[in-house]
């Protein structure tokens, strides 16, 4: 790429300079200090990529403005390059207007150009100035070139990755080291967590083996405690019934003795209770019997007669017993016939009274008369039948006369009105008007002569007013024809009615006669007079009729009174009659009969009887009695020796109805009876009271037998029983009951068995404490057998492992892509090293050859790329170029910047500045050499004040272009011309020094 | 000949916890992830009974050494016992975490209930209703957590009238094997069985179809982020000598599962706010729950061979997720600008808006690993850079020197030597795809840092 215009519009000292048709190779630009020389390089050098804010660049006296024409040789292209102000370059294909972007044509980046093309005496070192540390590598790419620029940056990111690394895990990335710790600790505890819960298993199977002999330990302490507790249940039911024991024990022997078991043999003992029950009974019976006896001679007159009467009474006690029995009876039908007695009388008087009311005049005597009138000839229903027909009859008549007479009045009546509408008759009355007419015209005219207008008024008048008299009289005549026919009709209606009505009083009148006579026929048969009226007639028959009936009934009824009265009297007569024998039985009298009762309804008689009646009835009744109990005394006593097993004795005493009923008989049997019982009765409770022995004996053996019988004592044997050859109680067969003796046999006294009891209460309570601790144990490892069954811990020693872990995870990563990117670093760092470093500088060293004339063959850069070794012309080395004096070490950065511009495609423009004034004659001229062979590839601008340069440039014969500036203006000049202006500047320069 | 089915189970852990994170706050999920082994067990054990199987094999680690606990123990014997009432019979051989000498039953086995035995091989018979032998069982339990010897060569020939099995817990390694040194070309030329049941590795192969059948049954419930494909165990169903089908049915309730998003894929290429990844990453995660059942099955083999075929058994209650944000996009310098932050504030969120949901989706961790899109370019400004690092990157598979000097620097919480059994808690273990996600984001921190300094 050649630079073919340049216009300078602002920048520094340059101001509106226009470089035209700049030629391709080498461009001298001479001029004197502080000419712009300086100022122009930092145009070229910034002319592609902007001029950079900042720095120690020129200011520009409103705004940078720099304006270029390039020619880029490879495509032919023109292009065109504006730079205003600090703004980016706009670059264009000239002529097309299509911008491209400046760096496609430079190819290089700025940090490049700058520090390789634009080559000014402060570059040529190891470290030029201007350029930092942090610069030094890219530098040192960009001057090595052949791919180092490419690794340029790979030292410091290789730092960064390490530093980064360092900070997180440091330097190797141990496992103490800060971040990883907590991770590596939260890891460490779940390992232990997990071990520790792991060796739950190993814990688990050790309880369970520990709970395993634990329950065997508390089934045998089970089994002990039971066998205890069973001793202790026995003990305790022989020592709650020791006495029981003691008690049997001496009953039986007692019993082995006892007389009382012969008893039974001789006698019933077992009746015991019935013979005191029939004894008791017996003796109930007599003193009975002593009383009813008593009773029986205390009523009697005589009371020696007491045996007499009540043989006599128990003869006739059915008698007796019968009258008794109808006593209520006679007693009601005495009174019935007492009060029917009174009734008859009662009804004669009613009766009586009832006939005086009738009639006055009758007396007792018309009783006959009325009981013989034949009433039964008149028929109560006819003679009802005709009064009511009379008096219909009667009334039917009144009513028709009533009617007949009406009737008259109707007639006359109609009759008037016929006669009054008669004289209304008809009157012709066109006649009538003729004549009005007449007479009303004539007076008109009369008066028309007088008065013509009068009379012809009075006239029309009369005239007009005969004519509506005649027409309303017309009127009047014809409604008094029609009344008069109506009037007529009626009339002969009214008359037929009345002739019906004649014919009809005329029937009644017959019949109220025939009825009348009927009557009269039955006042006669009742005595009465005929004036009395029909209802009357009717009256009197009922009330006559009626006593009549009431005398008839009076009659039955004293007949019927009579008759029962008869017969009562008969029965009261029989029953005296058997109480006056025992009345005279009782006085000790001849049996005599007493005489019949007049008048049976008196009161007296019948108290008399009824009083006597129920005396012997009850002494009947006592009698009876007292013979009942001596009877039953007999069969008691009878009963009684049959019970206690014995026989009458006495044969005197044997019941027979003679001396059953002696007092002292019956107490004679008794008192022998009594002693009988009383003998019975001692062997008896002798017996009883062994019998008492031996059931309170087998009543303690059956307690005893229940207690030892209880479940929890049949328990506690087997459970004994089933212990082997440790029995903690001598066993042997037999009963649960003999067991119990057995037992006791073996405490004499009851403390030595409460000593055993108390010392088996002692063991069980401490059996109770042994087996209580081990079931304890056994919760408690049934408790820890749970508590190590459960997961959690296990759970949670994986998941804290699992979580540091996985930051673990977390912070190794990051720390291992941090160390491997800066192992990537250093790998790829060391494999360049390896592979490149042979083929770096190959120009440059050719370049350097020729600067130094053969001196320096080779420069090898170090492993740091900092710095150079050298291999001289003669084969040695030169480690570094610190060693270098400074014109050689500048024809070293110098070769090397050649070499690398050399290499680099574009060939962009370089621009020396005055670079080579530390160069001696021979290696500037060499060096010129050099730079003219660049300018037939490169564009390259050379800045100088220095004559000689130019003149050197001139004898060299390199073809180029000259430039003179000063103070800031460009101008075309010769190459002697320039020489000469920069020599008389120098030598101005000199002379003011 | 006899027709009958049985269940092939390995690597049951009973007891084992599911690692996940942040659930301090969700009891019924926590719940969920403690009892998600006891869950896969007993789906197990349900299907066995409702498909009429005559027996169960558990080949070895039935219960996990980090989490030995009474509980496993006792549920292990109320399985059976439910199992003894339903008339299946159970064989055991105890495994590396289970050996005998360690670990013994703490309750009884009812009698439908065989553990083989560590120090000599057993052969069981298994009878039909009539009582003749439908076939054979062999196995040997470890005895301590190391097997060195190979048990597997002392089996006795069984009758070959019957259906033989072989029972064998074994990471099947020839050599210094700590866990049954065996080949598959020893089990396959044994013509002593016709079906090799082998546990340990704990997912689902199988290793041969035919003469013998050797399959692993992988394990009922996965653990971790390493176990990302369902659980289950294989139903057999045989037929005299010969298996009918293999079905493998899915027992796990829980499934693991690592979600990558790339913030460059045209969904999120325009996203400017964390916003637009969250919904991305939502309806991304809803997704999952409508994928079939058998989608983290990711054997082809298993899911074409005509033998087999996988169903669903298990109600899934949930999936564990680790989310991997990665990629180049516009997010990246959102999500860089505080990463840490970032991760917490999705990771909160996804748990927020999906923990609560049935099936739930937990979201364990985010991890962002995104790299800046001017990354991509920044080499073709630095091709002598570039070619260097691509010959660094790949002279770290080729050299091992060179990559031991790499591990040596990523610090002491590394390792290379690492067991899968042998877990050192303090220690992370450094595999193979660990170890190239830490390079791949070295270099993607090179290109940003490279990005960022281009210009001076």
Known sequence: MRIKRLHIGDFGILQNQTLEDLHPGLVIVGGCNRAGKSTFMQVLRYLGYGIPSGGLLPPANTAYMIDADVLEENTGIQYHIRLQGQSEPICSIAGQGNRVPASELYGVDSFTYRNLYTISLDQLAREPEGVSSKEMDKLQSALLGAGLTDIANIPRLEEGFTKAANSMGGTKGRLTTKAFKPHIQMIKEGVAAKKKAIAQVEQYQLQQAHLSELQNQKQSLDLNLERTKAKRDILETVKSHYEVLEEITALNHSLENEEGAEIPKAIHTENQSRVEDAYESYRERITQWQQQFRELADNLEKREQAHQIQKLLLQQRTVLQGFYDRLSGLQEKWNHLSSRKEKVAEDKHQLFMRIKGLNANWSEQDISRIRSLQLELLEESRLMNEVTRFQNTRNDLDQTQSQLNDIDDRVLKIKTKIEKWQKQAPMPGLKLYLWAFIVSALLGLAVFFLHPAAGLFLGLFGIIGSGLFVFFKGLGQKEAAIRLKELHGELDGILETQARLQQNKKRLTDQLKETGNYLMTVCKKLGLEQSIPPQGILEYYRAISHIQQGIIRLDKDEALLKEQSEQLADQLHEIKNVLSVFENASAGLRDLHSPRPCDVLQPDTWLDIQSGLKKWHGLMLTAVQSDLLSREADKIRTRILSLMGQTEEREHHRETPETRETMAAVEAAAGSLEDQVDAYLSACRAYSDYRKRIENRDGLLQGLKRAAGSERITKAFSLLADTGPEQILPMQDGSLLEQFFLIYDQYPVKESLEREFTGLMDEIRNQEQVLEECKKKIQATKLSLEQLSLTQELEQAHQRIHQGRNGLYQISYDYAVQKAAAWLCRQVRSEFMAKMKDDLLLKADGILSRLTGGNYQRMIPNDDLTDFSFVLGDGSHQENSRILSRGTREQVFLAVRLGRILEIQPALPVIIDDSLVNFDCAHLKQALAVIGRLSQTHQVFIMTCHPHLVGMLMDSGIPGQYWQLEKGRFSTAQGHELKEYLQLNTEAVKSLA | ?456
């Not at chain 2, 706050?25 to 299907?47: I, V």
């Not at chain 2, 099995?165 to 390694?173: C, K, S």
């Open chain 2, 1 to 456: 000949m006899s027709r009958f089915r049985f269940v092939h189970a390995a690597d049951v852990h009973l007891g084992s916890l599911l690692h996940v994170e942040g659930l301090e706050s969700h009891p019924e999920l926590q719940e969920l992830c403690r009892e998600a082994t006891y869950l896969a067990f007993d789906n197990l054990c349900s299907m066995a009974v409702r498909e009429g199987a005559s027996f169960i094999l558990l080949s070895g680690d039935l219960y996990d050494r980090d989490a030995r606990s009474v509980r496993a123990n006792r549920f292990f014997a109320d399985a059976c016992k439910k199992l003894n009432e339903a008339g299946i019979q159970v064989f055991v051989t105890a495994g590396n975490h289970d050996p005998l000498r360690e670990h013994q039953e703490m309750f009884l086995l009812p009698d439908n209930t065989h553990l083989f035995p560590a120090d000599r091989p057993e052969i069981y018979y298994v009878k039909n209703p009539e009582g003749g032998n439908i076939a054979a069982i062999a196995g040997q339990s470890y005895g301590s957590r190391q097997e060195n010897s190979p048990l597997h060569l002392n089996y006795p020939s069984p009758d070959s009238q019957v259906f033989r099995i072989a029972m064998l817990h074994t990471q099947l390694e020839k050599g210094r094997s700590n866990y049954i040194p065996a080949s598959l070309a020893e089990l396959a030329e044994s013509s002593s069985f016709d079906y090799w049941a082998l546990g340990h590795i704990h997912k689902p192969q199988i290793l041969r179809w035919e003469n013998p059948v050797i399959a692993y049954s992988g394990s009922p419930q996965g653990r971790d982020f390493g176990e990302q494909q369902l659980g289950g165990c294989w139903l057999v169903e045989v037929d005299g000598r010969h298996i009918r089908s293999m079905e493998y049915r899915v027992t796990s309730p829980i499934v693991y599962q690592s979600l990558s998003i790339d913030i460059g894929c045209p969904q999120l290429q325009d996203a400017d706010s964390l916003d637009d990844l969250e919904d991305y990453m939502l309806s991304h995660a809803r997704d999952l729950l409508r994928q079939d059942p058998d989608r983290i099955i990711q054997d082809d083999q298993l899911e074409e061979h005509p033998l087999t075929n996988i169903a669903d058994n298990a109600e899934l209650k949930g999936c564990l997720i680790r989310w991997e944000i990665a990629g180049r996009g516009r997010l990246h310098h959102i999500l860089q600008n505080d990463r840490q932050g970032s991760e917490q504030v999705l990771c909160q969120i996804l748990r927020d808006m999906l923990g609560a949901q049935q099936p739930f989706i937990w979201t364990d961790l985010v991890q962002i690993r995104t790299a800046n899109p001017v990354n991509a370019d920044v080499l073709k400004q630095y091709p002598v850079l570039g070619q260097l690092l691509e010959g660094v990157l790949h002279s770290i598979e080729e050299d091992d020197h060179l990559r031991e000097s790499l591990v040596s620097e990523l610090g002491q919480a590394w390792t290379t030597a690492f067991h899968h059994e042998e877990q050192e808690e303090e220690r992370l273990p450094l595999d193979e795809e660990t170890l190239k996600k830490i390079i791949e984001d070295a270099k993607q921190l090179l290109l940003e840092g490279l990005a960022e300094g281009g210009e001076g």
